[in-house]
């Protein structure tokens, strides 16, 4: 319960800390199978990565949103941000050598939609060398829901038949 509470405070300052940043994040590596001509992601924008999502291999959320109304009934932290709910749904171990989360909202003005990346790197995986989990989340009546779950891949370079970028196919 601890670690749960520190690692509450830690995110709780990175989005304090973070809100005043000016400068744009770096774009997502390209999906390899979802567009056959040129990188699906130009830059890491609402649009781009809502059409990504669009791609992106369908994950089931409709379990996982009956849990934050649970837990938003039972008072829990986790289920009214936005963040912790991405790292429940992702799991908030630390599995690989890096787990990168970014939010992009679809302008200044618009906060009650929102689409979190989850950047895993260096799996420790024989075939899987990372994963991108792209959350689409809406909030009504202050309670944040996924509204539509994908996920991508990338291959370690020797089990693909390209080696870069993520692709709508699990390595093998």
Wanted: glycine residues 4%; contains cysteine; proline residues 7%.
């Amino acid at each position: 319960m601890k670690q749960f509470f520190y690692l509450a405070i830690l995110l709780t300052s990175l989005l304090f800390f973070g809100c005043e940043e000016t400068s744009k994040p770096p774009p997502l590596p390209p999906a390899k199978d979802a567009v056959s001509s040129g990188p699906v992601v130009p830059k890491n924008d609402f649009t781009s990565l809502n059409t990504l999502l669009s791609k992106a291999k369908n994950l089931n959320v409709d379990a996982f949103n009956k849990s934050i109304i649970v837990a938003d009934d039972a008072k829990e932290d986790w289920a009214n941000s936005p963040f912790m709910i991405a790292l429940e749904y992702t799991s908030d171990q630390l599995e690989s050598e890096s787990k990168k989360i970014e939010v992009v909202a679809p302008g200044p003005e618009t906060r009650d939609q929102i689409i979190i990346t989850i950047t895993e790197d260096g799996l420790l995986d024989d075939a899987m060398k990372g994963s991108l989990t792209i959350l689409k989340l809406l909030q009504k009546d202050n309670l944040w829901q996924i509204e539509k779950a994908g996920q991508l891949w990338e291959c370690w370079p020797d089990r693909s038949k390209s080696s870069k970028g993520f692709s709508t196919e699990p390595c093998s």
